[in-house]
């Protein structure tokens, strides 16, 4: 965002996504993930069982219908995310109380009931 990009190892074309005037942390790199994910084809992860904007992203690409790979690194493990049961597999296998704090702070209500992705 702004000038410069995080992780572009590859110098890969970018665009700048504007945040509103004083957004910092999570609200701020969210903008650029939602642009993201509306951009993307599909998506590559690498979650530490603990970070809520990796989910985040998963969330996003998977509303958009967007095939995603998430690589587990506590389990070593890859997960393929398409419906709200791979997705509560995925948490599962996460810290569980950052999966508790990041279901609450992404409002995930019920996963059990297939209501946050697309089946």
Request: charged share 30%.
């Amino acid at each position: 965002m702004k000038d410069h990009c995080r992780n572009n190892v590859g110098n890969w074309p970018t665009r700048e996504v504007a945040a509103p005037r004083g957004a910092k942390g999570f609200d701020y790199y969210s903008l650029k993930d939602r642009a993201m994910a509306e951009t993307a084809d599909y998506g590559l992860m690498l979650w530490d069982g603990k970070s809520k904007g990796t989910v985040n992203n998963v969330v996003n690409l998977s509303r958009e219908h967007k095939p995603v790979v998430v690589y587990v690194a506590p389990t070593k493990q890859f997960r393929t995310i398409k419906t709200s049961d791979d997705l509560r597999d995925l948490l599962a296998q996460g810290d569980s109380d950052s999966v508790e704090r990041i279901v609450s702070e992404l409002h995930l209500g019920d996963l059990r009931h297939g209501t946050m992705l697309p089946g």
